[in-house]
């Protein structure tokens, strides 16, 4: 099989990560200047002369087609004839989502080409790959920080990696960086937005619903986040049912969560809307739209809906 690359995933940050260390492979230093291109779908005519063109002063040229999937279908049949002939001497890049597996291009260049999957990473990756952000940056993370990044950020790459850079800037000549770091960096407007939504959905109040979930859409937040933020408070009221039942006070459960005091407090106010087993519930239905929008069963923006609609009680 000839060195070209399919990059397929949802992960936007992991997709250029993947493709920029496939162009680190073959070329290095100016090299990059003169024998590396990237194109965008509708480039096609460029793409074939990019791919047919002997690379200058180096043994390899590299061509990356990021969102390949929207190529046109005689784009496509272009591709897979060259697929089947390629030049030794050009490194053909393909970049698309995760959707692109069940395309019928997808099944007519797979024997022809090295398949990298850039889908989202488990939460254990992704620790590892913030305390490793870190380390190069000569500074340490408290794992309290790290699980609490994950909670309102959830494991998209791309999301983190903007909050990490601003930690960095935060905390300046400091090395550690704690959970009060993280909350004060992010976490604050999140969680306003999840006690908004959370405080909606008990009140049973539609309208109010779909106002903040309009207003976090507006903010560029995706469907996936917004379950994310309605576990992270599932998983807090949990824990803080728990601990306030074993008789810790309010600063205790903060220091075994590694929270602030504040945040705490506001969600012991909320305990008398709960009761063991609805807190259960909210577990299950999160973990079944969870799933939903993993397998495809259902369009992510509407298993947000169904999800948040379920947990108000239905609404007549």
Known sequence: MADNYL?????????DREREKIRDKYLSGGDKELNYSVFGPGDMENISDALGTMPFLSDRRVIAVK????????????????LAKPHESSILIL?????????????????????????????ETMKSW??????????EILPSAVDLM??????????????LEKLVCYVGERKEISA????????????E??????????????GRIFRVVNDLYDKKRRPEEIIGYVAWYARTIQRVFLLKSKGVGTEGIARDMGRPVWQIKRVVN????????????WVEMIFAADIDIKTGVIPADMAVERLLIGLAGGIA
């Open 7 to 15: 990059i397929i995933g949802d992960d936007v940050y992991i997709r």
């Open 180 to 191: 009060e770091d993280v909350e004060t960096v992010v976490g604050r407007s999140v969680s």
């Open 150 to 163: 994950l909670e309102l950020k959830g494991t998209e790459a791309s999301d983190i990696k903007n909050e």
């Open 270 to 281: 909320d305990l008398a809307k709960y009761s063991e087993g609805k807190i259960r519930k």
């Open 67 to 82: 969102e390949a999937q929207d190529l046109s279908q005689e784009s496509w049949d272009i591709i897979a004839s060259y």
């Open 193 to 206: 937005d999840i006690f908004q939504l959370v405080d909606a959905i008990n009140r049973k109040d539609a």
């Open 95 to 123: 970049v698309v989502n995760a959707a692109f597996s069940s395309n019928k291009n997808y099944r007519k260049i797979e024997k022809h080409i090295n398949l990298i999957k850039a889908g989202t990473p488990d939460k």
């Open 130 to 139: 913030i305390r490793g952000f870190f380390r190069k940056e000569g500074m």
